[in-house]
Nanobody, 123 residues
Framework: VQLQASGGGLVQAGGSLRLSCAASGRTFSSYGMGWFRQGPGKEREFVAAINWNGGSTRYTGSVKGRFTISRDNAKNTVLLQMNSLTAEDTAVYYC?????????????????WGQGTQVTVSS
């Protein structure tokens, strides 16, 4: 499985970005997907996850109401719409494919990882 994350960049506080993760090499619709991030000097943390058909999602508390995860199984893509960004959202964002069809908030639940895309929010 190969995952390619894109869409990161520099944005002002209060702005928006949409991250995209393209998957190849496996039946995309059979597994859950997640986004994690690692800020400067911090450990990698869970951001959002979605199950195989998009019917169930989960968010970490700090992004609820601001971020939206979605997926398009026809295009083998998972998206992370990020609104009302703050400096605390600055991080490298990683997409990951779960080892099962459900969502998971723990890193051990993911079998494949993308390379990461940098998001920088200026205050």
């Amino acid at each position: 499985v190969q995952l390619q994350a894109s869409g990161g960049g520099l944005v002002q506080a209060g702005g928006s970005l949409r991250l995209s993760c393209a998957a190849s090499g496996r039946t995309f619709s059979s597994y859950g997907m997640g986004w994690f991030r690692q800020g400067p000097g911090k450990e990698r943390e869970f951001v959002a996850a979605i199950n195989w058909n998009g019917g169930s999602t989960r968010y970490t508390g700090s992004v609820k109401g601001r971020f939206t995860i979605s997926r398009d199984n026809a295009k083998n893509t998972v998206l992370l719409q990020m609104n009302s960004l703050t400096a605390e959202d600055t991080a490298v964002y990683y997409c990951a494919a779960a080892c099962s069809s459900g969502w998971n908030a723990q890193e051990y639940g993911y079998c494949y990882w993308g390379q990461g895309t940098q998001v920088t929010v200026s205050s």
